[in-house]
Structures are given as structure tokens and as C-alpha cells.
């Protein structure tokens, strides 16, 4: 009998997610809720989620929908990827397990460890080099293009919701000098949501400005744009 | 020996030739040396762009022996 547990930012999201993950409707499976997901303005605080855990019952799965080749191809591929991240956690940590589940962006594999931090480092710079580091195999087996993401902790969610507000504080400062404020060295996915983030402020500006995997996001306030170099 | 195995299992699943990756591990007092030899066209995936798969298993490495008594050094020879 198939059973899976689901974390999702709310029960119905997981529920959703379960659905999709064991290709079923919502009648075919027996839900039990595990943990409920605090209400919102916590949420983001805490890093708390839902948790679900969602079984397949016996009398309706022997007739499951039939699976494509390639939809089987990288279920095997995510499932043998998600072995290899456990078992490099496991070194790193005895003990540690590796859940996974699909959101819009792609795949995010959760290292649940004892919570002491040891898989995001300074920096989240342990997460950065397990997340390039299980894409660089994901593309020895052939797994689909989607991203996949490493997640401890709730860490994620935690640096982008720093870095969104971090976005606001210096585009205040950019406003208030009438100049250009420049940030620290980010990755692809850091500057992203900055520029994002600042996308929507039509009298701010961005650009990124650097060489290599590593840049700096500048910050100019439209009417001082024409006098800064780029 | 744990460390050892640790990088085993990383670059196995990087590499093309599994079977010709060799590592030894030179422990001292403090540190240890874990020296990498695979196969010389599997020598670019290990290091990676810029040396980005490299440092990556350094790090991981310094995080999987932080909590040891001896600090793990990686080197990769040709």
C-alpha cells in the first residue's frame, strides 16, 4: 500500500500535491493530517508548514493510470537522485533522511536533519554546493531539465523572505541619496529576487553588474539613471 | 575512512568511469588528505567551470568534518 507524507504551506495545498505525486484523485486516498499549518502571518516566521500523510487505498489502486515511459523514466531518475543526496547526508550526519516534492518551480528535496543547521553552513553556502552538486548528477541521469532544489530548515523561505526585504531597505536608501546603492555579491537565484522584488517600484531601476557566477544588483532611482556608469 | 566514503559516493555519480576513481586518505594528526585520482577525461567534471564542482565537494566536505576531531583536506591529482 502506497503512503506518503506530504509538507505543504497549507492542508489543501498538500493534499493537491499528494494527488499528484501518487496519480490519484482526492477520493482514492485517506488523508491524515499530522501537523496543521499555523495561520499566515506566522507562517513565515515559524517556517512552519501542513504536514499530511496521504495513503492510496488498497481497492482502487490495483487499476492505477497508466504511466507514460518518460513520466516512469524520471520518477526512477528523482527517486535515484534522492537516494544519493540521503546517503551524502547520512555521511555528513547520521540519521538525516531526504524528502521530496514537486512545486512550481521545480523539484525541492528537504534535508530533515537534527536542526542544528549543518546542511545550509554560512551562508547557506552547504546548501548552494548539495543543490549544484545533485544537479550536476541529475544530468548524468538524464532526468528532465526542471531545477531541482535543496531545502533544510526551512531555509529557503527564510533567505528569500530577508532578501525581498532587504530589496525594500536599499531601494529606500537609493531614493532618499538620489543615487546608486549597490548590494553584495549574489547568486542567480539572490538577484533574481531582488530585481523582482524592485520590479514593481516604477521609480527604481536594476541591473547587475560583475564577472562570473557571483554579481552585485545596482540600485539607481530612474532620474539619476543617465549619470551612472554602467 | 568515513570521509573516504563520502567522497566516494559524490563522485561516483559524477563521473563517467566509476570504476577508475581512486582515493586514499593520509590521516594526521590534525588533517587529513584525501587525494582523488580518476580518469584523465573524467578530470574536468570533478573540477567542474571555474573549479565550482571542487569547491563544492570542499565544502561539503569541511561540513561532513566539522563535527570530527581532524579537518579533511581534499586534493585532486592527475
Not at chain 1, 528523482?78 to 514537486?102: F, K
Not at chain 1, 553552513?121 to 546548501?127: C, P
Request: glycine share 6%; hydrophobic share 40%; charged share 25%.
Amino acid at each position: 500500500m502506497d503512503s506518503i507524507e506530504i509538507e505543504a504551506k497549507s492542508v489543501a495545498e498538500a493534499i493537491t500535491i499528494a494527488c499528484e505525486e501518487l496519480k490519484t484523485t482526492h477520493d482514492n486516498l485517506t488523508i491524515e493530517v499530522l501537523q496543521e499549518a499555523p495561520n499566515k502571518i506566522f507562517a513565515f516566521m515559524s517556517g512552519r508548514k501542513a504536514r499530511i500523510r496521504a495513503t492510496l487505498m488498497p481497492a482502487k489502486a490495483e487499476t492505477p493510470p497508466a504511466r507514460t515511459a518518460a513520466a516512469a523514466d524520471s520518477a526512477a531518475a528523482a527517486t535515484r537522485m534522492q537516494e544519493v543526496l540521503e546517503t551524502i547526508a547520512r555521511h555528513i550526519q547520521p540519521g538525516a533522511s531526504v524528502e521530496v516534492r514537486n512545486n512550481d518551480d521545480g523539484i525541492v528535496m528537504n534535508i530533515i536533519g537534527d536542526g542544528s543547521g549543518i546542511f545550509i553552513g554560512r551562508q547557506g553556502q552547504t546548501l548552494e554546493a548539495l543543490q549544484y552538486l545533485i544537479n550536476k548528477i541529475k544530468v548524468r541521469y538524464g532526468a528532465d531539465a526542471v531545477p531541482v532544489t535543496v531545502d533544510s530548515e526551512a531555509y529557503r523561505a527564510r533567505h528569500d523572505e530577508s532578501l525581498a526585504n532587504l530589496a525594500v531597505k536599499l531601494g529606500m536608501k537609493a531614493k532618499k541619496r538620489s543615487g546608486p546603492v549597490t548590494t553584495n555579491l549574489l547568486n542567480p537565484a539572490e538577484r533574481r529576487i531582488i530585481h523582482l522584488t524592485l520590479q514593481k517600484d516604477a521609480e527604481l531601476t536594476t541591473w547587475s553588474k560583475g564577472e562570473g557566477v557571483l554579481k552585485k544588483v545596482i540600485i539607481v532611482p530612474r532620474q539619476a539613471e543617465k549619470s551612472v556608469n554602467r | 575512512m568515513y570521509m573516504k566514503e563520502l567522497i566516494r559516493e559524490i563522485v561516483t555519480a559524477l563521473v563517467d568511469n566509476p570504476e577508475q576513481v581512486h582515493i586514499t586518505e593520509i590521516v594526521g594528526e590534525k588533517t587529513a588528505v584525501i587525494e582523488l585520482r580518476v580518469a584523465q577525461t573524467d578530470f574536468g567534471k570533478v573540477i567542474g567551470k571555474k573549479g565550482r564542482t571542487a569547491q563544492s565537494i570542499r565544502t561539503i566536505l569541511s561540513a561532513a568534518s566539522a563535527k570530527q576531531e581532524r579537518r579533511c583536506i581534499l586534493e585532486i591529482l592527475e
